[in-house]
């Protein structure tokens, strides 16, 4: 059996065109080799298997018994070879494939979505499968190698092979509802002021509170939220029910800030921006669908 294992492959494939072909000299022209090379190779399979596959007739080769034995298993082989040739060209050419990436709501709904949209038009049979995860979930999925690339949001820590691209600037605003316009609206606040009033947080694992955090922390401030909530929707909810003052990324209040329902504290020092992040791990595999999203997502930072 040891020996059989060492088998030369292309004699198992010349053995399948002969079958295929009928017969030597069709074989040889299928596979651009001369006749007496297809008969070598067809001698050196018999000798090292120890039997006769094919038996010459009027019409060409016909297989033996063991011959149509051995084919049985061949076919079944070399088929599948063909086939998986066949699909990494369909990969290649991003017919096929599949793309995973690493995103919170705030980095989906307001970066990465548009870009699915569009690379999903170009290339509908490319399977796109979107962790949803606050941003030290997706770097864990990006060192673990279960992700492709990340949209992450600053601040965050990450390895030393993780590449990172500044895609967009974002920014954290306080708001309030109706119950705190008399005492906040119409004038520049001081943070410490903030002690005073019900707080509305996302919870500390995302970076919307960690960088609100470290923000407070170095002007000496430590909010105690009332509320820790797990979404900045959430978070909408409950200003609009007057039960403290929330802080989030400024789009997420859009539609309220519009309707009146709440209002935007200003302060005498704005917090500072920060930024949506592509992440990649300069180590890691990533298929050439992800490839291909990875650098319109990157290419469209740099215009």
Known sequence: MEKHGKINLEYYKVFYSVCCCGGITAAAEELCISQPAVSQAVRQLE???????????SRGVKLTKEGEVLFSYVKRGIEMLY???????????????EIRIGASDMTLQFYLLPYLERFHE??????????????????????DGRIDFGIVSTPFEARPDIRSIPVREVRNIFIAGAKFKDSLAGRKLQYRELLA???????????????????????????????????????????????????????????????????????????????????????????????????????????
């Open 47 to 57: 000798g090292t298997l120890g039997c006769r596959l094919f038996s010459r007739t």
């Open 83 to 97: 086939e998986g040739e066949e699909m990494m060209g369909r990969i290649q050419d991003l017919e096929t494939g």
């Open 122 to 143: 170009k290339y509908p049979r490319i399977k796109v499968n979107v962790s949803n995860g606050p941003t030290p979930e997706t770097l864990e999925l990006l060192h």
């Open 197 to 303: 009033y019900p707080c509305i947080f996302l919870e500390q694992k995302t970076s919307t509170r960690r960088f609100m955090d470290q923000f407070l922390e170095k002007r000496g401030i430590c909010l105690e939220p009332e509320f820790e909530l797990a979404t900045s929707d959430m978070v909408v909810q409950f200003v609009r029910r007057n039960l403290g003052i929330g802080c989030l990324m400024s789009e997420f209040a859009d539609e309220a800030l519009e309707s009146g329902e709440v209002f935007a504290l200003q302060f005498e020092e704005e917090m500072p921006l920060r930024h949506f992040c592509l992440v990649a791990s300069e180590k890691a595999y990533m298929s050439p669908a992800a490839v291909r999203l990875y650098e319109e997502v990157s290419s469209a930072a740099g215009r």
